[in-house]
């Protein structure tokens, strides 16, 4: 079995990272700017945003490609320099990447919505992230993360690209919010069509990611345990971003995720990470929270 | 009998089907309606109608753009046979994501709802300067400004949007949204309103053009 498979299913929850974009931003990746050009112009930056997270515990980091697809870069003129923009950015996470531990390269959303709701046709949307994740694997990732999918259609797309084109395993997770009509995405994508979607694609791993916070990823967590056999992932966000004196602040510090992060590690997920606005401080509490709980077992 | 043909013109609207709200247009101006009582007896309760469902979760986002698709095509018939007073309806209303951002469904979504409502949408896009929403008041003469962004990094720039438009004493209601957008923050830098969903986006707009005039406003 795969390397990334084998520890997934070890029994041992494995810790991802927290966000790469927030943690840009912190370092004054301007407003607006393209934030997977950095792994050209700015690697010591994106390397050292890496090592922060191993050295916090991190198992697995992702790699700094969440909008490396064609469609995106487009915006910023660089749609050409996929393949360019993902050797970087694996080579730049693989670098101070520990044995043992894991690089999973990120994809995201095209941004554009499919046919005939927009403009992006079935098979176009299928090529750019078969381009995206080929490149990802070249650069020797060990696993590919599809996540913050709203639309169901464009998931699935994503994770067929990876598996009908590279032999990695693919996370894949969506974004849910709650709502009148319980979780959903912002497309009405529930929990339950999004675990049936994915596993039919052949997602190895099934989760959430992104989101209003940890509150809300613990209803989905406790909701998505007893639908699924496969692994689950939880990526959170540290709540929503408040705008405090001219400057954005996320609400959920460490101290306030800290027995949040428990609660969503007790009801069976096997991997934890952190999305927008999580950053090394957090997965410092949750590698603590981890080995406090050493000897659970799922 | 046109009354009931309004009545299924709403509901296809509200349904999505492109083809059945064209088709009961065509019907309606067959029949000799006005083009304005097509526009607010037929599609535009059917758009409230949408509005209203997707601000309480009962339909998602796909559902309204397949209803705005509905509602375009039946406008597009329109259109030519409105009057100038009348495609301008309650106003004109510049819109667009703000510099650094390029968040722009939940933008779209209210351009669209305030068209449905009878105002006149600029809509400047995603990635929006300052300058670009400057030129655009100006030139169109508007009303209102809307500003959308989705990142607390680029709500910030709404302030220094505003801050010209005061600079250059351009009288035009400011609205501001985006997930997170508060009455608070909008309070802070200066705007006119804030509305937390594109029906409460149309309620604003129109309290706000309540307040201005064509004729109050100077160059
Ligand atoms: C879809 C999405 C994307 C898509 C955008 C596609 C597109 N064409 O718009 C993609 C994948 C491209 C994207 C990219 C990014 N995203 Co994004 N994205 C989202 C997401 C999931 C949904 C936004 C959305 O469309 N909502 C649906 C619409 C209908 O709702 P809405 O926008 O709020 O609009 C309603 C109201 O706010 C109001 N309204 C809106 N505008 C206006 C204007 C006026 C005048 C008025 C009166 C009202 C009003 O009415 C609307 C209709 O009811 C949100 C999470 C969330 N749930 O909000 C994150 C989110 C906005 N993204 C986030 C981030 C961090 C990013 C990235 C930086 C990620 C990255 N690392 O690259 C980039 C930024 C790119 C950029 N420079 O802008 C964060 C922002 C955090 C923050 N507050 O700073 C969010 C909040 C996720 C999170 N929970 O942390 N994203």
Redesign the interface.
């Known amino acids: 079995m795969n390397k990334f498979l084998e520890a997934v299913k070890s029994g041992k929850v494995l810790l991802c990272d927290g966000a790469m974009g927030t943690e840009l931003q912190k370092r004054n990746l301007p407003s607006g700017a393209c934030p997977e050009e950095y792994n050209i112009s700015h690697p010591e930056i994106v390397r050292s945003i890496h090592k922060d997270y191993f050295d916090a515990g991190s198992d697995i980091v992702e790699t700094n490609t969440f909008g490396a697809n064609r469609a995106r870069l487009k915006l910023h003129g660089y749609e050409n320099r996929v393949r360019e923009f993902c050797l970087a950015a694996v080579s730049l996470a693989k670098s101070v990447c520990p044995e043992g531990k894991f690089v999973a390269g990120s994809v995201g959303p095209t941004g554009d919505l499919l046919e005939p709701l927009g403009n992006l046709p079935e098979q176009e949307a299928y090529d750019i992230f078969a381009e995206q994740i080929k490149a990802l694997e070249e650069g020797g990732a060990d696993a590919v993360y599809v996540e913050t999918m709203m639309a169901v259609e464009e998931a699935v797309i994503a994770v067929k690209a990876a598996k009908e084109n590279t032999s990695l395993p693919v996370v894949a997770s969506m974004t849910f919010e709650l709502g009148n009509a319980g979780l959903r995405t912002m497309w009405g994508v529930d929990i339950k069509t999004s675990i049936e979607k994915y596993s039919e694609a052949g997602a190895d791993v099934i989760g959430a990611n992104c989101g209003k916070g940890f509150d809300e990823m613990i209803a989905i967590v406790k909701e998505m345990r007893p639908l699924t056999q496969k692994p689950i992932i939880a990526q959170s966000n540290a709540g929503i971003p408040e705008w405090i004196h001219g400057i954005s602040v996320y609400t959920e510090t460490p101290e306030v995720m800290s027995p949040k992060a428990e609660e969503i590690l007790k009801s069976g997920v096997n991997i934890i990470g952190g999305c927008c606005g999580t950053g090394p401080a957090h997965i410092k509490r949750i590698r603590e929270i981890l080995d406090r709980l050493a000897d659970y077992h799922i | 009998m046109t009354v009931e043909l309004l009545k299924e013109l709403s509901d296809a609207v509200i349904d999505g089907n492109k083809d059945k709200s064209v088709e009961l247009t065509n019907k309606l101006l067959d029949l000799g309606m006005n083009a304005k009582d097509i526009l607010d007896n037929g599609l535009l309760p059917g758009m409230e109608v949408v509005g209203i469902r997707f601000r309480?979760?009962?339909?998602?986002?796909?559902?309204v753009?397949?209803s705005a698709r509905a509602m375009k095509s039946s406008l597009a018939l329109l259109e030519p046979l409105l009057s100038k007073a009348e495609l301008k309806g309650s106003g004109t209303v510049i819109i667009g994501t703000v510099?650094?951002?390029?968040h722009d469904?939940g933008k779209n979504i209210v351009a669209m709802m305030l068209r449905s409502s009878g105002f006149s949408v600029i809509d400047l896009g995603i990635?929006t300067r300052a300058e670009k929403f400057l030129d655009a008041i100006k030139k169109e003469n508007a009303e209102i400004v809307g500003m959308s962004a989705l990142?607390?990094?680029?709500?910030?720039?709404m302030k220094t949007v505003i801050d010209r438009i005061k600079e250059e004493n351009i009288l035009v209601k400011v609205m501001v949204g985006g997930?997170?957008i508060?009455k608070a923050?909008a309070d802070q830098i200066g705007a006119d309103g804030y509305a937390k969903n594109a029906t409460d986006a149309v309620k604003l707009a129109k309290s706000l053009i309540g307040i201005v005039t064509k004729e109050e406003t100077v160059e």
């Open positions: 309480d979760n009962i339909i998602f986002v796909p559902q753009l397949i510099k650094g951002d390029i469904i990635d990142l607390t990094t680029t709500m910030g720039y997930a997170p508060s923050f």
